[in-house]
């Protein structure tokens, strides 16, 4: 079993950096593939980057590649997501996952889910 929490959301204006953070449980996070997705009102839960369980590979959507970056510290059970250069469209609420197989950007692969974190971006 897996509990994820995430922090680090807020408002921010468009052009502006948000870093956020997802704290795991348990003892097996650094086997563990770690994904963020991010779902906006009335729109599906998307696919936003995904890491290793090692760190050593990492993919990103086409609409945040080169604004966003994923890593994991996993002395500390934590993944994080540095998103710079926000845009209006990046408001959703964020969510980070885990699951126990290779790296996959479909969200039905992922076992275990956080409670989401909202980001707002104003102009």
């Known amino acids: 079993q897996v509990q994820l929490v995430e922090s680090g959301g807020g408002t921010v204006q468009a052009g502006g950096s948000l870093r956020l953070s997802c704290a795991a449980s348990?003892?097996?996070?650094?086997?563990?593939?770690m994904g963020w997705f991010r779902q906006a009102p009335g729109k599906e839960r998307e696919f936003v980057a995904v890491?290793?369980?090692?760190?050593?590979?990492?993919y990103y959507a086409d609409s945040v590649k080169g604004r966003f970056t994923i890593s994991r510290d996993n002395a500390k059970n934590t993944v994080y997501l540095q998103m710079n250069s926000l845009k209006l469209e990046d408001t959703a609420v964020y969510y980070c996952?885990?699951?126990?197989?290779?790296?996959?950007?479909?969200?039905?692969?992922?076992?275990?889910w956080g409670q989401g974190t909202q980001v707002t971006v104003s102009s």
């Open positions: 890491i290793s369980y090692s760190g050593s590979n990492t």
């Open positions: 996952a885990a699951r126990g197989g290779i790296v996959t950007r479909l969200v039905s692969e992922y076992d275990y």
């Open positions: 348990g003892r097996t996070f650094s086997s563990h593939t």
